[in-house]
């Protein structure tokens, strides 16, 4: 799946540089702990925007599928976040779902934007 996006501050500026750190199980659920597989981190390009090319994440017992993510802009506070699937049928089952963080299907990609304090 992609994942597009863009990082802008409250006053919806672009937030070029912004820091993105990704993390996610994978198909079936399973986190690697013992290295990085599914973890990485990128920076927003001029404009603010971000691409993460990832398979869908799976379930675990008692979450829906859902991406770990920080953003941060250079020297910022860390925003720490979970990103969840639209339409998902765990969703209104897991205790940490919060349905603004409900990533946005634009055709066959999704897509979210971060705001962070100006």
């Not at 398979?55 to 250079?74: A, C, I, N, S, W």
Request: charged share 20%; glycine share 8%.
């Amino acid at each position: 799946m992609r994942l597009t996006g863009q990082v802008v501050d409250s006053n919806c500026r672009p937030i070029s540089g912004a820091l993105l750190d990704f993390w996610q199980c994978d198909d079936k659920g399973h986190y690697d702990n013992q290295g990085y597989r599914l973890r990485g981190h990128q920076y927003a390009n001029s404009k603010g925007e971000f691409m993460l090319e990832t398979l869908v994440p799976g379930e675990y017992p008692g979450r829906t599928p859902h991406f770990h993510v920080k953003v941060q802009r250079r020297n910022g506070p860390v925003l720490t976040t979970q990103l969840y699937l639209p339409d998902h049928p765990r969703n209104a089952r897991d205790f940490l779902f919060d349905p603004r963080l409900i990533i946005v299907s634009r055709g066959a990609d999704f897509h979210f934007q971060f705001v962070l304090p100006a």
